[in-house]
Structures are given as structure tokens and as C-alpha cells.
């Protein structure tokens, strides 16, 4: 890989650590405020709206200048909104800028990678951006879970500078001010992304335009035979994995009788196994043969079941572990795959705003109803039953579509050989 790839990937490890620290610093936020605890799985709402919403104009923003410029500027905007929650803003608002910061970001940092390296190289790029994501989530979470730990808490802010007043009084500032501090590593990192000899598009001044090409290439892409199964999939993928975060939390804290704290560091644990199995996608799947991998996905979802009956530590640790390694396994190659058709189709910032909001819509959605269960009492053992179910069934039905557009294709060249001879 050339060097400036790892520049790439260690201004997305540090936006990425920061971003899941400033979640479970929300959390803890929002428990010292009293709030409802179905506010929880709203953070993730939050933060994903702007995805959504903003999708018909970011693609067309990424590709409209450097990507480094791009990312340096979003970048901001997510310092702006960790700078809001310090200030005592509501968490469920600061935490939408951080979002929408993370919404103009998404699209520069996986879109530079089409234009920064060859096909050959995307599943390995995407095993390593992945890979560093989760390990960042790992980091994040456990950076998070330790900030908030009366102990650890307690000596930081007894730590005092000579001549200095920082106005740090309390937990959630501390915490928040070191988070601050990535993302500030995040935006040096930023500066030194070299640039690619891609030609940019200006950007559009009319809206009602963006929004017409943001829904050309959304279409373009689910018609696409490869794009179509490729998006079901991460879009899937997503979803699910945003509301397994909140899940994993309160299964740990029924199942397991842990804390905040500790149960936050059981989100690391997954990240732990979705790197794993990223690594191996990485060194043995091919772009040619990613759709083979999509049966792990139906597999993934059969194992979560297995989560109602655990009440160990010793044996839900390597449980999630097998979880986390299953998605990371059959994600990446859908991801590269789906980056390599847009790519061709659209150009990359378009395609990966494509992405991000089918992939949000589907996080929306899927935190939504988890927040209505909250709200409705429901027992985490059922959530996890209706979940696992739903995942298995899910990928199963992409994998028919799969097997449905296979067959036309043979169909047609079948046909088409008939007519030759």
C-alpha cells in the first residue's frame, strides 16, 4: 500500500475512536440527567438523521473538492458538536451535529479510496478501514467506559495544571475535553492526505438538482444486479449492528448484572471479532467471489439466539466474539463490491452517499424499533429473539434474490448462445 493510504486510515481511527467515546460519554450524560432510558438508542437517531437527510446533497460536496478538504471541514463541524455537549447542551442534540459532521465525512473518506488505489486493492483497503474502525470502536468504547469510572474520573480531575484554569469540574466535561483531543488528532491527520488527480465536479447551486441525481443514482444502483444484493446487504448490516450496540448493553446489564462501565466494554468485544473476521475477508476473498460469502450472514443472525441462554462472562465473551467475526467476514466484501459497482456507475462520493442512506434509513428504522420496545417494556430476551430471527430471515431473502438474478443472467446467455449458433 502506498504511504499516504495509512494517512487515510489514521484520520479515520482517530474520527472513529472519538466518535464512540462521545457516545458512551452521552449515555453517561443523559443517566445523570435523569432521562428515560429509551433516550439511549435515540443518540444513535440523532446522529444519523443528517445522513439521511442530507444525503442528496454530500456526495455531490465530496466529489465537488479534495477529499482531504472534505474530511477536514466535517471534521470540524463533529468538534463543534463535542464542543456543544461540553457547554451543556442536550446530548441528543450535540451528538446530531457530531452526526452531521460525520454525515459530509462518510462519503470523503470511503470515496478516496476508489480514487486512490486500483480495484485490485479495494477488498484489502476496505479489511484495513474496517479493521481500524472496530478497533477504534474497541478503543472508543473502552476509552468511554474507563472516563466514567468514579476511580479513573476522580484522578483526572484532581490533575491540575500550573497557572492554568482549564474549567474542568466535572465527569462528563473531563471526558469530553479528551475527546476533544482526537478529534483534534483526527484533523491534523486530515491536513496531510494527499491528493489524487481526480477531477472534481463544481457543485451544484440548485437543490432541487441534487435531489434529482441523488435519486437517479439511488435507483441506478438498486437495478444494478451486483449493486442491489451488495447495498441489501451492508444496509442490513448496518442497521443491525447499530441496534446490537444498544442491545449488547442491556443484555450485559440483565443478563450479566454489570454496569455501564463494564458492559460497554462487552461493544468492544464484538469489534473485536468483527476485525477478526474483516482480516480473514481481507486475505481471502476476493472481489469476484464476494457475494459467496453472504450465508454467514443468515449464520450470524441464527447465533445471536444463543445469547438468551447465556449467563456467563466466560462464555458470552467468546459468543460475541464469534458474532462480531461472522458479520466483519461477510461485510467487507460486500462493501468493497458494492464501492467497486458505484464507482463505476456514479463516481464515489454519489455511490457512497447512496450507501449511507439506505444504510441510516435502515439504522433509523431499526433504532426506532428498539426504542418503542424500550418504551414498551419489552424483555431484552425477546428483543434478542426477534432480532436474530429477523437478521437470519433478511439475508436469507437477499440470498434468494442473489440465486433469482443468477438465473436470469444464465437464462439470457443461454439464449444468447442459442441464437449464435
Given at each position: 500500500?502506498p504511504?499516504?493510504?495509512?494517512i487515510i486510515m489514521?484520520?479515520?481511527f482517530?474520527?472513529a475512536l472519538?466518535?464512540?467515546?462521545l457516545?458512551?460519554?452521552?449515555?453517561?450524560?443523559?443517566?445523570?440527567l435523569?432521562?428515560?432510558?429509551e433516550y439511549?438508542?435515540l443518540?444513535k437517531?440523532?446522529?444519523t438523521v443528517?445522513?439521511?437527510v442530507?444525503a442528496?446533497?454530500?456526495?455531490?460536496?465530496?466529489?465537488?473538492?479534495?477529499?482531504?478538504r472534505?474530511?477536514f471541514?466535517?471534521?470540524?463541524?463533529?468538534?463543534?458538536?463535542c464542543?456543544?455537549?461540553?457547554?451543556?447542551v442536550?446530548?441528543?442534540?450535540?451528538?446530531a451535529?457530531?452526526g452531521?459532521?460525520?454525515?459530509?465525512?462518510?462519503p470523503a473518506?470511503y470515496?478516496?479510496?476508489?480514487?486512490?488505489?486500483?480495484p485490485?486493492?479495494?477488498?484489502?483497503a476496505?479489511?484495513?478501514?474496517?479493521?481500524l474502525?472496530v478497533g477504534?470502536?474497541?478503543l472508543?468504547?473502552v476509552?468511554?467506559?474507563?472516563?466514567?469510572k468514579?476511580d479513573?474520573?476522580s484522578t483526572?480531575?484532581?490533575?491540575?495544571f500550573?497557572?492554568l484554569?482549564?474549567?474542568?469540574d466535572?465527569?462528563?466535561e473531563?471526558?469530553?475535553?479528551i475527546?476533544?483531543?482526537?478529534y483534534v488528532l483526527a484533523?491534523?491527520?486530515?491536513?496531510y492526505?494527499?491528493e489524487t488527480?481526480?477531477?472534481?465536479k463544481?457543485l451544484?447551486?440548485n437543490?432541487?438538482?441534487l435531489?434529482?441525481?441523488?435519486?437517479?443514482?439511488?435507483?441506478?444502483?438498486?437495478?444494478?444486479k451486483?449493486?442491489?444484493v451488495?447495498?441489501a446487504?451492508?444496509?442490513?448490516?448496518w442497521?443491525?449492528?447499530a441496534?446490537?450496540?444498544?442491545?449488547v448493553?442491556k443484555w450485559?446489564e440483565?443478563?450479566?448484572?454489570?454496569?455501564l462501565?463494564k458492559?460497554?466494554?462487552l461493544?468492544?468485544v464484538v469489534?473485536?471479532g468483527?476485525?477478526?473476521?474483516a482480516?480473514?475477508?481481507?486475505?481471502f476473498i476476493t472481489l469476484r467471489r464476494?457475494?459467496?460469502?453472504?450465508?454467514?450472514?443468515?449464520?450470524?443472525?441464527?447465533?445471536v439466539?444463543?445469547?438468551?441462554f447465556?449467563?456467563?462472562?466466560?462464555?458470552a465473551?467468546?459468543?460475541l466474539i464469534?458474532?462480531?467475526?461472522?458479520?466483519?467476514?461477510?461485510?467487507?466484501p460486500?462493501?468493497?463490491?458494492l464501492?467497486h459497482?458505484?464507482h463505476?456507475l456514479?463516481g464515489?462520493?454519489?455511490s457512497i452517499?447512496v450507501?449511507?442512506?439506505?444504510?441510516?434509513?435502515?439504522?433509523?428504522m431499526?433504532t426506532?424499533?428498539?426504542y418503542?420496545?424500550?418504551r414498551?417494556d419489552?424483555?431484552?430476551?425477546i428483543?434478542?429473539?426477534?432480532?436474530?430471527?429477523?437478521v437470519s430471515?433478511a439475508?436469507y431473502l437477499?440470498?434468494?434474490?442473489?440465486r433469482?438474478?443468477?438465473?436470469q443472467?444464465?437464462d439470457?446467455?443461454?439464449?444468447d448462445d442459442?441464437?449464435?449458433?
Amino acid at each position: 500500500m502506498p504511504f499516504g493510504f495509512y494517512i487515510i486510515m489514521a484520520a479515520q481511527f482517530f474520527s472513529a475512536l472519538a466518535d464512540n467515546a462521545l457516545l458512551i460519554a452521552a449515555i453517561a450524560a443523559l443517566r445523570e440527567l435523569k432521562a428515560p432510558a429509551e433516550y439511549e438508542p435515540l443518540l444513535k437517531t440523532f446522529f444519523t438523521v443528517s445522513y439521511v437527510v442530507l444525503a442528496a446533497f454530500v456526495g455531490a460536496f465530496a466529489d465537488s473538492m479534495p477529499k482531504w478538504r472534505v474530511m477536514f471541514i466535517s471534521n470540524t463541524i463533529k468538534i463543534l458538536g463535542c464542543g456543544m455537549m461540553f457547554f451543556a447542551v442536550h446530548p441528543l442534540l450535540a451528538y446530531a451535529v457530531v452526526g452531521l459532521g460525520a454525515a459530509a465525512y462518510s462519503p470523503a473518506k470511503y470515496g478516496i479510496l476508489t480514487e486512490y488505489l486500483p480495484p485490485r486493492l479495494l477488498v484489502v483497503a476496505n479489511g484495513w478501514i474496517e479493521g481500524l474502525t472496530v478497533g477504534a470502536i474497541i478503543l472508543g468504547v473502552v476509552i468511554g467506559g474507563t472516563l466514567i469510572k468514579p476511580d479513573i474520573s476522580s484522578t483526572l480531575l484532581a490533575f491540575d495544571f500550573p497557572l492554568l484554569d482549564t474549567g474542568i469540574d466535572t465527569v462528563g466535561e473531563m471526558a469530553i475535553s479528551i475527546v476533544g483531543i482526537l478529534y483534534v488528532l483526527a484533523a491534523i491527520f486530515n491536513l496531510y492526505i494527499p491528493e489524487t488527480d481526480v477531477d472534481h465536479k463544481p457543485l451544484k447551486k440548485n437543490p432541487w438538482y441534487l435531489i434529482h441525481e441523488f435519486n437517479h443514482c439511488l435507483m441506478l444502483l438498486w437495478r444494478d444486479k451486483l449493486g442491489q444484493v451488495s447495498l441489501a446487504v451492508t444496509t442490513l448490516f448496518w442497521g443491525a449492528g447499530a441496534t446490537l450496540q444498544f442491545i449488547v448493553i442491556k443484555w450485559a446489564e440483565v443478563a450479566l448484572r454489570l454496569d455501564l462501565s463494564k458492559s460497554s466494554m462487552l461493544q468492544g468485544v464484538v469489534a473485536i471479532g468483527v476485525a477478526i473476521g474483516a482480516v480473514f475477508a481481507a486475505r481471502f476473498i476476493t472481489l469476484r467471489r464476494s457475494v459467496k460469502v453472504i450465508p454467514l450472514g443468515i449464520a450470524m443472525g441464527i447465533i445471536v439466539l444463543v445469547m438468551n441462554f447465556v449467563h456467563d462472562m466466560a462464555i458470552a465473551v467468546p459468543l460475541l466474539i464469534i458474532i462480531g467475526g461472522l458479520s466483519g467476514f461477510f461485510v467487507v466484501p460486500m462493501n468493497a463490491l458494492l464501492q467497486h459497482r458505484g464507482h463505476i456507475l456514479m463516481g464515489a462520493g454519489h455511490s457512497i452517499a447512496v450507501q449511507n442512506f439506505n444504510e441510516n434509513l435502515s439504522i433509523l428504522m431499526m433504532t426506532g424499533l428498539y426504542y418503542l420496545m424500550v418504551r414498551m417494556d419489552v424483555s431484552i430476551y425477546i428483543v434478542v429473539t426477534l432480532f436474530g430471527l429477523f437478521v437470519s430471515s433478511a439475508m436469507y431473502l437477499v440470498r434468494e434474490r442473489h440465486r433469482n438474478n443468477q438465473r436470469q443472467y444464465d437464462d439470457v446467455a443461454h439464449l444468447d448462445d442459442s441464437r449464435g449458433h
